[in-house]
């Protein structure tokens, strides 16, 4: 099993542009949760998803953030226009039965 | 400016040693605990899980101890190695309901060869 799968690794744009981040779930996963890493806040839950259908968003933390899960072996993440109090890292996780989150590697997004 | 970034507690120990990890959750209602590793680079790894029925658990080299009284929870190292050094994170759920995983703000562990 080649684990959770987010693309891409590095995300470097300026402000005010769209950034789009992507994860692969592992397979037969049910559920599937976006995360932000910062070293103030440290790990902050932003949205998950049961079965493609979003559950829980109230971490996002505004409009310019959304979340889509077209289908059970797809996500994204998307920031419009993107400020640069949004760089962090960005961590897509799945699960079955919610517990033992399984991680990606995240995304680093820089925005200047 | 520049922006403080949050000041993780750090535990140096000496490879062979073991190695405890404390972790004091905040809700009286939750009822499952996991610990993470987190390297440098990479998203949190699973480590051990217990559930609030239990007062231990033990996997490979490592041990979890949830004290409901106090609401503390640690992990316990055997045999520390190098390649344990990293950020570990415990996370409680929410009362049990579903996605609200919490984790704390995390403790670095440097393990000295």
């Known amino acids: 099993d080649a684990g959770v799968i987010q693309s891409p690794r590095h995300e470097v744009t300026e402000m005010g542009q769209e950034v789009t981040l992507r994860c692969k779930p592992i397979?037969?996963?049910?559920?599937l949760f976006w995360y932000r890493q910062t070293m103030m806040r440290g790990l902050e839950l932003l949205i998950y998803?049961?079965?493609?259908?979003?559950?829980?968003d109230s971490g996002m933390p505004e409009d310019r953030f959304s979340a889509k899960m077209p289908n059970a072996s797809f996500s994204t993440l998307k920031i419009q226009p993107s400020e640069p109090r949004d760089s962090a890292v960005y961590f897509c996780?799945?699960?079955?039965?919610?517990?033992?989150?399984?991680f990606g590697s995240g995304t680093q997004l820089s925005v200047l | 400016g520049e922006s403080v970034g949050l000041h993780l507690p750090t535990l140096s120990v000496q490879e062979g040693d073991n190695s405890i990890i404390n972790c004091a959750y905040s809700?009286?209602?939750?009822?499952?605990f996991i610990w993470y590793k987190q390297e440098s680079g990479k998203g949190p790894q699973f480590i051990i899980d217990?559930?609030?029925?239990?007062d231990k658990r033990q996997g490979q080299r490592v041990t979890v101890l949830l004290n409901k009284t106090v609401k503390h929870l640690s992990l316990q190292i055997a045999a520390t190695q190098p390649g344990d050094s990293a950020v570990y994170f415990c996370?409680?759920?929410?009362?049990?309901?579903?996605?609200?995983?919490?984790f704390g703000k995390g403790t670095k562990l440097s393990v000295k060869p």
């Open positions: 996780a799945s699960s079955s039965f919610f517990e033992k989150l399984f």
């Open positions: 397979s037969g996963h049910d559920y």
């Open positions: 998803f049961n079965n493609n259908v979003p559950i829980d």
């Open positions: 809700n009286s209602a939750s009822d499952y």
């Open positions: 217990i559930r609030s029925n239990m």
């Open positions: 996370a409680e759920t929410n009362g049990g309901s579903q996605g609200n995983l919490i």
